[in-house]
């Protein structure tokens, strides 16, 4: 199957890779899917002050796909609220990768990921 | 297209080799005659072609060119070889069996046979891919009529003991169908001592063009199926459908070669594929799938564990490979050959199939070598599942969101 060029671009040089101490009061983690399905993503964010996501890491054992994903995702949460965050789509994601259809599952993997960091995040302060 | 990739795809086909080709080019051509055609010349060197060719396809299996029939691949010689003995013997009996492991060609033509009122039995293997003789004994039954056992897999590359599973079968005169298309050139195929009633071979798998297959029916003792193609009643009636020269050609060529030179090629490939695994299981956490002993030479099928195995293909983007894990059709299910093995999901989403043959070179060994190990650690450095072995979590206790 051919990749668009953004896949491909997140793939080679995929932006955030890493991670952050998970205890840190600023941080919220979000691990969603499953080895039984060949996606696993972990998303992480550290959030300021302000209630703003300042920066944000991720790891993802998956295709080129679910790759570029969750990179690209890490360049959109940066600067959000919690709440602008939440309002990334998938569709927004599957159309700025051009992923076909059955890559599509990727994107909503990804959107799961931000939903489950800003989860974690909020459950540690209560809100 | 500039920086093609090295071609380690060997399993999905192989090029013509250049003797080959030039072995066609004239029945294309000059000698454009249907061997069909009786009365005049044209025809006659054209059927003289394929009847040489005929014996060529013979030869590598030791069978009689009597008994070998041209289809259009291994995939309509399966459908051929198990519809036809199905249909035929079913008087006799409604039971088949097969196995978990075979090519989609034979596992679902064996699923149209169910919906035609057809019993099948798909028998498990064992973790090293083999089949269990003992297993195979106990699926057999009274009204047992076929069974259809693959010689070669096309993605571990074991080989199954055909030998001892045709023995099993005559005793019990059930109908003995072999796929064979993966083995033709690489391991020693002698019909008159197995006891095998219907093989299917395919040309592209051999160095051959894409497009020629052939079905080897025994005639001692006598083995009978039903066409499934109707017409000018060529191939003695099994087969219908003006032959194709220049592919029958190119086939009998084909298989001229892999017989004068398998011994030595094997060798040189096996040598190769060595090197390969030598160099990758240098890598932590890195498992062959299938048995390394009962295996030919040409199969390297690796899972490299918590990198997901088309990411990984997408790495390694200068070399051609292919994925056991079946991620890029539209399933999410990983292989279901690896799935046989029991091999759990991480694993049978990790696999690599590295497929070698004439053209593989030690240097192109080399490079491979090189940049997977390269890629690998890449992919782990991006790897939750890596990072979480690393700190000793056990994967299979955490509680997955599955999707």
């Known amino acids: 199957m051919a990749y668009s060029n953004k896949v491909i671009d997140h793939y080679e040089n995929p932006r955030n890779v890493g991670g952050f101490e998970k205890s840190d009061e600023g941080v919220g983690t979000g691990m969603v899917g499953a080895p039984a399905c060949g996606d696993v993503m972990k998303l992480q964010i550290k959030v300021g002050a302000g209630g703003v996501i300042e920066d944000a890491r991720f790891k993802t054992y998956g295709c080129g796909s679910a790759i570029a994903s969750s990179s690209l995702v890490t360049e959109w949460v940066k600067g959000k609220t919690l709440d602008q965050a939440l309002e990334i789509r998938n569709t927004d994601i599957a159309e700025e990768l051009a992923l076909p259809p059955v890559k599509i599952h990727c994107s909503i993997l990804a959107e799961d990921a931000i939903k489950a960091a800003v989860d974690d995040y909020r459950q540690k302060h209560g809100t | ?403």
């Open chain 2, 1 to 403: 297209m500039i920086n093609r990739p090295i071609y380690f795809d060997y399993s999905a086909t192989t090029p013509v080799d250049p003797r080959v080709a030039e072995a066609m080019i004239p029945w294309l051509t000059e000698r454009y005659g249907n061997p069909a055609s009786r009365s005049h010349a044209i025809g006659w060197e054209a059927e003289e072609a394929v009847e040489n060719a005929r014996v060529q396809v013979a030869d590598l299996v030791n069978a009689d060119p009597r008994e070998i029939i041209w289809t259009s691949g291994a995939t309509e010689s399966n459908n051929l070889a198990i519809k036809g003995a199905a249909n035929f013997y079913a008087e006799r009996g409604k039971h088949i069996v097969t196995v978990k492991t075979e090519h989609k060609a034979v596992l679902d033509t064996c699923r149209e046979l169910e919906r035609q009122g057809f019993e099948v039995t798909y028998l498990d293997v064992q973790d090293n891919g083999l089949i269990d003789t003992e297993v195979f004994i106990a699926a057999l039954r009274p009204d047992t009529i076929l069974a259809s056992v693959m010689m070669v897999n096309n993605e571990i590359g074991v080989i199954q003991d055909i030998a001892r599973l045709g023995e099993i079968c005559r005793e019990r005169k059930i109908i003995f169908h072999v796929d064979a298309a993966q083995a033709t050139g690489k391991v020693e195929i002698d019909l008159q001592t197995l006891k095998v009633d219907l093989m299917s071979f395919s040309a592209h798998k051999t160095y051959g063009p894409k497009g020629i297959g052939a079905l080897y029916i025994r005639r001692k003792p006598r083995v009978r199926i039903e066409a499934q193609m109707h017409g000018g009643g060529h191939e003695r009636g099994f087969r219908s459908g003006t032959l194709a020269p220049h592919q029958i050609v190119g086939m009998g060529e084909a298989f001229r070669i892999a017989k004068a030179e398998m011994a030595t090629e094997n060798e040189r490939v096996r040598m190769l594929r060595d090197r390969l695994w030598d160099g990758v299981s240098d890598l932590e956490e890195v498992y062959l799938n299938g048995d390394l002993v009962h295996r030919v030479p040409h199969n390297l099928n690796v899972s490299f564990n918590y990198v997901e195995g088309e990411s990984l293909i997408m790495g390694v983007k200068e070399l051609a490979v292919s994925s056991g894990s079946a991620c890029t059709s539209a399933s999410l299910e990983p292989s279901y050959v690896l799935r046989a093995l029991g091999r759990n999901d991480e694993l049978a989403h990790s696999s690599i199939r590295f497929t070698l043959g004439r053209f593989t070179t030690e240097e192109h060994i080399d490079f491979a070598v090189g940049l997977i190990k390269e890629r690998v650690a890449k992919l782990r450095d991006m790897s939750p599942l890596w990072e979480m072995a690393q700190q000793g979590i056990d994967l299979n206790t955490v509680q997955w969101s599955a999707h």
